[in-house]
């Protein structure tokens, strides 16, 4: 079990893993995480699982600290170590109307199975994906595949155009093409100017949150996060969450618990389309 | 004037003096242990164990018997350690109890089998945990070990799910009866609160290993990384299985929900405990793990998992380590013995103290708790003297670590996947007492999922008793 079936790098330094657990994938709906441990000595991390297919499961991991780095340098034949899922609430999907998917840097990884969804249930859907550079440019192809509109940003205009994410959120607001729904995943900076807009015009907002977890049962408390004024736990409660409502400064300040232990969180906390 | 040794035996002539004092047991001294993780208590010596089994009176009437919820024949098996017959001691032991290694280190004697001694009306108890722990390590240094005997094969499966001290022993004993059982475990490690929860230097995860290996060579399959409700449902495993059997444990952290509980530096006991022990952090680097080692440590709550968070806050270096804790002393709910090593080890108690905010800096992390002093009042519903805040008392303790070790509740991930099995108002599964059975057919269960924070031996206690019943349902196909 757990063996690694697939590896690709999909952009700098993200890697795209295959790797087989039937059990795990049997069970998995959309927005569904799992948390591995990499060795006797390794840390628990969360990872999305962004597909399944035949008994197999698809994730994608960017190199920010010791654990991801490690785990991206694993080959084909190799076994992730210990895997436990599939976690959290599975995404609520029904037909809505008009949505927009709102991907920043890694997180375009939660969002694809979320978009995919999405579309089967007849949603009318754009998606924004917007990235520091193309070097960081991931699932584009398969986005714009399943999006009936596909608007692609980045930080230095190295791909696509220029800008923020919510620049094109903001113009489709402000011509009054007020979509029924939004769907953000990204880095909480960019959730937190997504959620801004959203608010200023009255339209619903689920997003993923990624804080850092542990055992991700609901045993520890390490995901506290802040939704209406109430410490929810991510891993159990989440992992989305009703993004006009959650607190982001201190979904923020909680993934820098570890700053100085080298960059071990797992988690990513910079960038602003990005990560 | 000592007592005299009055066998109650009416043939009996012999009267001899007791000696008043259990017989110590060595332990580390608390200079050099705050500096480790190694086990405080060394554990006593073959002599020293023979001399302690010879301060019992062998009641006829052992009172010490009741006080135990799985009902060791505690006579009997000191009997045979005073005679020096260790090999009869552990088996007379493990009739009752398999897991006593863990039971001799953690239990609280002095509230359960040791209160009720004879011995201790006048003198220290007979110090039965200490014999315990001793016949349980003394068996793990033989090669032969007693194998459980197995009842003929009944073709039955059984679930068992969540690997704590009560999945341990359900699992233990429905292999015995003959049954093809499977222990589902959501983490990498099977143990529950014993290797997640509490630390090395009470409780070595050699001890818990030992007692797994055990199971495991029994023929007992252990699943780990599987979360029921998640990995598959408990409908799903009926499919697969005759019964099931929980003990999910009290894994839902309590929070004090009062201001600035979301700062960075707050921890639940569980997530502090679980980073040092489960994944080792006091290892870091070496482990990947990291933990917040601070240098002002404040724990809130006056049980076992304080004392376990107060002194593994000084051995990740705390220049200080407070108990906060809203009652007095006296009713600190923990181990007499946990109380007793933390002074030792110079962990500060703030008693009659409740913390009422956290105060942060400007980055968000906590630099200050603040506080507000408690007196005495009238008895409550559990019999306590209720602690009532004095007004105008309030002051703030300076603090960059908060632990917060007030209690947890069930785990909700089974009841909420599972709506046919009833809960209580506080989430745990309701069972009839006498069997261990849900409302849902086929299912039991028992230890901290029935009963919120609770003990490892009432854990045994009802997971003994549930196998029993589940034994009787395959066998019978009577619900
Ligand atoms: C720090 C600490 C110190 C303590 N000290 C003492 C002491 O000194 N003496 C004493 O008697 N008691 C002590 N206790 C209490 C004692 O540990 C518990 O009462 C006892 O462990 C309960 O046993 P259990 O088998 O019911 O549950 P647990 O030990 O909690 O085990 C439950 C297991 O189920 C697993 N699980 C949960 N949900 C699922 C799921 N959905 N699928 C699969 N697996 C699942 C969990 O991961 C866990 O391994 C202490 C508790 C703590 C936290
Ligand atoms: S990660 Fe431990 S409770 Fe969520």
């Keep these: 079990m757990n063996t690694i079936t697939e590896t690709r790098w999909l952009g700098q330094d993200i890697r795209e893993i295959w790797f087989e657990n039937s059990r795990i994938a049997g069970s998995f709906k959309p927005g569904q995480f799992l948390v591995i441990r990499h060795g006797e000595t390794g840390e628990r991390i969360p990872l999305t699982i962004v597909e399944v297919s035949d008994g197999r499961i698809r994730i994608i991991i960017q190199q920010v600290g010791y654990t991801t780095s490690r785990l991206c340098r694993l080959k084909k034949g190799e076994s992730l170590g210990n895997v436990i899922g599939p976690l959290g609430h599975h995404s609520d999907i029904v037909k809505y109307g008009s949505c927009v998917c709102v991907a920043g840097g890694i997180g375009a990884a939660p969002l694809k199975p979320i978009a995919a969804e999405l579309r089967k249930q007849g949603n009318r859907l754009t998606v924004i994906e917007g990235v520091r550079s193309s070097k960081y440019l991931i699932l584009d192809k398969e986005l714009e595949k399943i999006a009936d509109r596909f608007i692609l940003m980045s930080d230095d205009g190295s791909v696509g155009e220029k800008g923020l994410v919510t620049l094109p959120l903001k113009k489709m607001m402000e011509e009054g093409n007020r979509p029924d729904y939004v769907y953000a995943v990204g880095p909480p900076v960019m959730m937190k100017a997504v959620s801004v807009l959203t608010r200023q015009y009255g339209v619903p907002l689920t997003v993923s949150l990624n804080p850092i977890m542990v055992d991700a049962t609901g045993m520890c408390g390490s995901c506290r996060v802040e939704v209406a004024g109430e410490t929810k736990f991510a891993c159990v409660d989440g992992p989305e969450f009703d993004g006009n409502k959650v607190n982001y400064d201190l979904l923020m300040n909680r993934l820098k618990v570890y700053a100085d232990d080298e960059k071990h969180a797992g988690c990513d906390i910079g960038g602003d389309n990005a990560g | ?479």
Excluded at chain 2, 30 to 56: H, I, L, M, Q
Excluded at chain 2, 87 to 104: D, Q, T, V
Aim: charged fraction near 30%; proline fraction near 7%; charge should be negative.
């Design chain 2, 1 to 479: 004037m000592p007592t005299t040794r009055n066998t109650q035996d009416a043939t009996s002539e012999e009267i001899m003096p007791v000696e008043p004092k259990k017989t110590p047991m060595r332990e580390q001294p608390p200079a050099e242990r705050t500096k480790n993780f190694d086990e405080v208590p060394c554990g006593y010596s073959e002599e020293e164990a023979v001399k302690e089994a010879k301060r019992c009176l062998q009641c006829k009437k052992p009172l010490c018997v009741e006080g135990c919820p799985v009902e060791i024949d505690i006579p009997a098996f000191i009997k045979h350690i005073a005679e020096g017959d260790f090999r009869s001691a552990i088996r007379k032991m493990k009739e009752k109890n398999l897991l006593p290694a863990i039971c001799g280190r953690v239990c609280p004697q002095e509230d359960q089998c040791e209160i009720k001694c004879v011995l201790s009306k006048k003198h220290d108890p007979v110090a039965i945990g200490r014999l315990e722990r001793f016949i349980a390590d003394w068996e793990a240094r033989q090669e032969e070990k007693s194998a459980a005997e197995k009842a003929a094969p009944t073709g039955k499966k059984v679930a068992v799910i969540g690997a704590g001290p009560g999945g341990l022993t359900a699992a233990g004993d429905l292999i015995k009866m003959g049954h093809k059982v499977t222990l589902f475990e959501a983490l990498h490690k099977p143990g529950g609160v014993l290797v997640y929860g509490i630390p090395e230097f009470r409780l070595p995860k050699s001890v818990v290993e030992r007692e797994v290996d055990f199971l495991v060579a029994s023929g007992v399959k252990l699943e780990l990384d599987y979360i029921v409700g998640k990995t598959s449902t408990i409908d799903q495993l009926l499919e697969e299985y005759d019964a099931v059997f929980i003990s999910t444990g009290a894994g839902l952290p309590w929070f004090l929900n009062i201001p600035g509980e979301n700062l960075n530096g707050v921890y639940s006991a569980n997530e502090y405990l679980t980073r040092s022990n489960l994944m080792k952090a006091y290892l870091f680097p070496q482990y990947d793990t990291p933990i917040i080692r601070g240098k002002n440590v404040a724990v809130v709550g006056g049980g076992n998992v304080a004392m376990d968070c107060a002194r593994t806050a000084l051995r990740l270096g705390a220049e200080e380590a407070h108990i906060v804790y809203r009652r007095s002393k006296k009713e600190l709910p923990a181990r007499i013995e946990e109380v007793h090593h933390a002074e030792e080890e110079g962990v500060v108690f703030d008693l009659l103290t409740l913390p009422v905010g956290y105060i942060g800096d400007d980055n968000g992390w906590v630099k200050e708790l603040e506080c507000i002093k408690m007196e005495l009042g009238e008895p409550d519903s559990s019999g306590r003297r209720r602690p009532v805040p004095i007004e105008g008392s309030n002051f703030r303790m300076k603090t960059d670590t908060v632990v917060c070790a007030i209690g947890q509740s069930p785990n909700p991930l089974i009841p909420q996947a599972t709506p046919d099995i009833n809960t209580g108002k506080s989430g745990n599964i309701e069972v009839d007492p006498a069997t261990g059975k849900t409302s849902k057919k086929g299912c039991f269960a028992g230890g901290d999922i029935v009963r919120g924070g609770a003990t490892v031996i009432l854990a045994m206690g009802d997971a003994r008793k549930a196998a029993r019943s589940i034994d009787e349902y395959l066998r019978t196909g009577k619900w």
